[in-house]
């Protein structure tokens, strides 16, 4: 997506990229270049004038929006590119590959600036940079998450495994941080699940369950405590999770003292009843006396 919204591009096995007027639905350009798959497409938002693709081709190229022309061409990798995305300011990107490799690059002159890559080498199947530009999080096929630190790419700062399944397909992950239940990290996994993990604790937050098929994907919402998912072939939904309070039952202890409140209350108000009714006799009371007073005056005057 544009950053506002107008336009969108998409990546597709026919080895182009397209960009697609929203408002029309029509196609408003393409971009030819690649000589295989084209795995992955992302505008250098909020600026929007550079597109940057993924190929199986193993190359990462940059595209001029304006002229649909192929500005630069990275010889990125040697195994198809699965990821490619520009930092919050557009003057890096970064990419990942099956090669096992993720690498930061100069924008403006295409110069590697950094390589990471985990213990064992594992293929990357996803890396997206964090949203302050920071941290890159990156997705391998070993069913592993790991948190890097882009100004010291050596260091791994938090791994997050043990309950989601990647060994097979280049699954999508996110960061969950608008909801009021915490800050998350999202992945989808292959035994048809969204996995939300505690971003700081690594610990398992949450299970969303519903796909009937792989979660390919997951998107969340910037500013919205929305979470997307898209699951493959057999499932073919988009489930949109909402993140809400959470609201708990009382305890055992609280529902007793409510009760007791409950019944102090009750005895209040019986009592004042009560009160009232006396106060209310003995008026009556009073004012029949008085009644019958009068009355008597009257039979004696009489």
């Not at 971009?31 to 084209?38: L, M, P, T």
Request: charge should be negative; aromatic fraction near 8%.
């Amino acid at each position: 997506w544009t950053a506002d919204a107008q336009y969108v591009a998409t990546a597709s096995d026919d080895k182009l990229i397209k960009l697609w007027d929203l408002h029309t639905g029509r196609e408003s350009a393409t971009f030819e270049g690649h000589s295989n798959y084209v795995f992955c497409v992302n505008f250098n938002n909020p600026q929007t004038n550079l597109l940057v693709s993924g190929s199986f081709d193993q190359s990462v190229k940059i595209w001029d929006v304006r002229t649909g022309q192929c500005v630069r061409s990275l010889a990125a990798h040697s195994d198809p590119v699965t990821a490619a995305e520009f930092n919050r300011d557009g003057t890096t990107l970064v990419s990942g590959s099956h090669d096992g490799l993720i690498r930061i690059w100069d924008t403006s002159t295409g110069e590697c600036l950094k390589t990471i890559f985990a213990e064992g080498n594992p293929p990357v199947s996803y890396v997206r940079f964090a949203p302050n530009g920071k941290f890159l999080l990156a997705s391998t096929l070993d069913s592993t998450m790991r948190l890097w630190q882009t100004s010291n790419p050596s260091k791994c700062v938090k791994t997050y495994r043990g309950h989601h399944a990647n060994e097979k397909y280049s699954l999508s992950s996110a960061f969950a941080l608008a909801g009021p239940g915490g800050k998350y990290v999202a992945a989808g996994s292959e035994d048809r699940a969204v996995v939300l993990y505690d971003l700081q604790r690594r610990t398992l937050a949450q299970r969303l369950e519903g796909h009937t098929d792989t979660v390919l994907c997951v998107a969340a919402h910037p500013t919205r405590p929305l979470l997307a998912s898209g699951g493959l072939t057999r499932d073919c939904t988009i489930r949109l999770w909402e993140d809400v309070p959470r609201t708990l039952p009382p305890s055992k202890s609280e529902s007793q003292e409510e009760e007791t409140r409950r019944k102090e209350e009750e005895e209040k108000n019986k009592d004042a009843t009560l009160e009232e009714a006396e106060k209310s006799k003995k008026l009556n009371d009073t004012t029949t006396a008085y009644s019958d007073k009068d009355d008597n005056r009257k039979q004696s005057n009489g």
